[in-house]
């Protein structure tokens, strides 16, 4: 398996452009996560699926950020319009969600996006 | 809301001595709490977690207890290498890992 795909792997664009990160997870695995990582804040979750289903985006920052998953084998996480201040790595994670219920999330590589 | 604190921010040790990191965690609900490793530039990855009905679980060098009561748990490495070095990040969720709250990590210099 491949594991976890993220793209771009680098992202530089300017402020007030829109931003398109895309994952697609593990096949089989039905649970996917998005962080954001940066010095001052650390691992941040901003949102999960469940079957595709939005479960909890609580974490997303501001109206700037949306996600979708059209389908279980891909996902995007758009800001639009971007800010300097959205520089960060940003991980996608999936993982399994059975009967056992505790699961590991297998992090993709992230994707560092600087906003100029 | 939630929350996941660690400490220390930054550990030095020496090669060989043993290494241990430390967290709390705010929601009662939180029955599973997973270890992450991440080496400089790469992803974060499990080394080891620990569910809510067990104490203490250990693999290899690596071992990590739970203190239910007082939402403790703690991350032990003895006989510490120098590709220990790393950021160590705990984390603890709810019944099917869904909302996983991390802690704001830990550098681990292990010195040669």
């Known amino acids: 398996d491949a594991g976890v795909i993220q793209s771009p792997r680098h992202e530089v664009t300017e402020m007030g452009q829109e931003v398109t990160l895309r994952c697609k997870p593990i096949?089989?695995?039905?649970?996917l996560f998005w962080y954001r990582q940066t010095m001052m804040r650390g691992l941040e979750l901003l949102i999960y699926f469940n079957n595709n289903v939005p479960i909890d985006d609580s974490g997303m920052p501001e109206d700037r950020f949306s996600a979708k998953m059209p389908n279980a084998s891909f996902s995007t996480l758009k800001i639009q319009p971007s800010e300097p201040r959205d520089s960060a790595v940003y991980f996608c994670?999936?993982?399994?969600?059975?009967?056992?219920?505790?699961?590991?999330?297998?992090f993709g590589p992230g994707t560092r996006l600087t906003v100029l | 809301g939630e929350n996941v604190e660690q400490h220390p921010s930054t550990l030095s040790v020496q090669e060989g001595d043993s290494a241990v990191i430390k967290c709390t965690y705010s929601d009662s609900a939180s029955n599973y709490f997973p270890w992450y490793k991440q080496e400089l530039g790469k992803r974060p990855q499990l080394i080891i977690d620990?569910?809510?009905?067990?104490g203490e679980k250990k693999d290899q060098r690596i071992a990590v207890t739970l203190n239910k009561t007082a939402k403790h748990f703690s991350l032990h490495i003895t006989e510490t290498q120098p590709e220990d070095s790393a950021v160590y990040f705990c984390a603890a969720s709810d019944t099917g890992g869904f909302k996983t709250i991390f802690g704001a990590g830990t550098r681990l210099f292990v010195k040669a």
């Open positions: 096949s089989g695995h039905n649970s």
């Open positions: 620990i569910r809510s009905n067990v």
């Open positions: 994670a999936s993982s399994r969600r059975g009967a056992e219920s505790y699961n590991e999330q297998f």
